[in-house]
């Protein structure tokens, strides 16, 4: 069964340190489907403006993304324009136009509402209810949100986490939306609302899970040249449910190994310009990125010689 994404699907003008990208392709279903994609099969629902130069998605319908969710509306599309400081932790929004996406309402179409997999990406909690009423029976929800949701519609939001499988947040939003500082208590304050699953995003520093059981770090892949962390969560998240679809599995073992897959999309994702990366691609450079997280984290302890 397909993995459903609803979200944005946007044009952005992104400005780094080391140049300038105009109209990239953006948006964060179309991150998060480029990444999912290169694991399990991916229904897209979103809209775009009559402006909006549709041979661009060619590569999703490629790679097995279906697009017949994606609505075209009359006026000019979701556009995006930041510049990010020299660190690229920092950035800053210079314009955002938000066109048809101001009125977007989520229509899955009847092919789509069996689907087992569903990520509700950053819109409106309202919006994202309003999905949940209209798919099946989905095996797994995971959902991302934002800082402005948290403050505008906290109480949707409260309303949406007790219907979630997953919960993936950065640090930022993680505190603001349960109050607490610490991270392992921030986790627990919202798996106690709803989700059993809670991945806290930390940019280059990697990401945390928490589970009932047990924690799990993921690190950041230390990459030599970074120009554009763009769309890093939405690919992050993309490379965590394409795993959990392809192994049809959501269990322990299995989600850790979603967490190195979400960060090696994550991090390739940033070595170029808005979602070039993810345009070429290839599944075996994903794996090979995995098996450089193995080589990086791996090692043996050495416990008799501890006890002499």
């Not at 998605?57 to 509306?73: I, Q, T």
Request: proline share 5%; aromatic share 12%; net charge negative.
């Amino acid at each position: 069964m397909s993995i459903l994404v609803v979200g944005s699907v946007a044009l952005d003008r992104i400005e780094t340190p080391f140049g300038v990208a105009e109209n990239a392709l953006g948006g964060a279903a179309t991150y998060f489907a480029a990444a999912a994609s290169l694991f399990h099969p991916v229904q897209l629902v979103g809209v775009i403006g009559d402006d909006f130069p549709e041979d661009r998605l060619a590569f999703l319908s490629e790679r097995g993304v279906d697009l017949g969710g994606l609505e075209r509306a009359k006026g000019p599309s979701f556009f995006w324009s930041g510049r990010y400081h020299y660190d690229l932790n920092t950035r800053d929004t210079l314009e955002t136009r938000l066109g048809v996406f101001a009125d977007f309402k989520p229509k899955i179409p009847p092919q789509f509402r069996d689907s087992e997999w569903v990520f509700l990406a950053n819109i409106d909690p309202e919006l994202q209810l309003e999905v949940l009423e209209q798919v099946e029976a989905p095996r797994f929800v995971a959902c991302d949100t934002m800082n402005y949701w948290i403050e505008g519609k906290r109480d949707a939001l409260l309303q949406l986490l007790p219907r979630l499988d997953a919960l993936l947040v950065n640090d930022s939003e993680a505190r603001e939306l349960s109050g607490e500082y610490n991270l392992f208590q921030a986790a627990r304050w919202i798996r106690e609302k709803g989700p059993r699953i809670v991945v806290i995003k930390k940019g280059e520093h990697g990401a945390l899970l928490f589970t009932r059981d047990s924690a799990f770090f993921a690190p950041g892949f230390p990459l030599e040249e970074v120009f554009d962390p763009t769309g890093a969560g939405d690919s992050f998240a993309g490379g965590f449910m394409g795993w959990l679809g392809y192994v049809g599995a959501v269990n322990e073992e299995e989600l850790r190994r979603a967490m190195i897959y979400g960060s090696a999309t994550g991090s390739l994702v940033c070595e170029r310009f808005g979602m070039e990366r993810l345009v070429d691609v290839e599944v075996d450079e994903v794996h090979e990125r995995v098996r450089a997280f193995r080589r990086l984290t791996a090692f043996d302890h050495p416990v008799q010689a501890l006890h002499g």
